[in-house]
Nanobody, 127 residues
Framework: QIQLVESGGGLVQPGGSLRLSCAAS?????????MGWFRQAPGKDREFLAA????????SYANSVKGRFTISRDKAKNAVYLQMNSLKVEDTAVYYC???????????????????WGQGTQVTVSS
């Protein structure tokens, strides 16, 4: 069974930065798995943020975070990261990582296309 554990959330001031990590386990290798980050604010739907394909060579970002957030992965550590810069109050939410088996160049960007999810980590942007 795949397990995803997010970490790195917390309280940060507007304009600050955070780096979220997601550690994956339950498979010998995640080399053929795409990874994604989503968030959900109170009273709102879960929102796609970023995704990376299995090789790490292709990425996609939501317009709301493009230029501020960067997704990356470390295959040796079975981990995916989300570097978040220039944080805004409206970035406050619970952040989730997700994965699904997807060898090749394709990767999902809809939440219903992902199979496994982490428990989430809270990010609060406030002065």
């Amino acid at each position: 069974q795949i397990q995803l554990v997010e970490s790195g959330g917390g309280l940060v001031q507007p304009g600050g930065s955070l780096r979220l990590s997601c550690a994956a386990s339950g498979r010998t290798s995640f080399d053929n798995y795409a990874m994604g980050w989503f968030r959900q604010a109170p009273g709102k739907d879960r929102e796609f943020l970023a995704a990376i394909n299995s090789s790490g060579q292709r990425t996609s970002y939501a317009n709301s975070v493009k230029g501020r957030f960067t997704i990356s992965r470390d295959k040796a550590k079975n981990a995916v990261y989300l570097q978040m810069n220039s944080l805004k109050v409206e970035d406050t939410a619970v952040y989730y990582c997700a994965t699904r088996y997807a060898p090749g160049t394709w990767f999902p960007i809809r939440d219903d296309e992902y199979r496994d999810w982490g428990q989430g980590t809270q990010v609060t942007v406030s002065s």
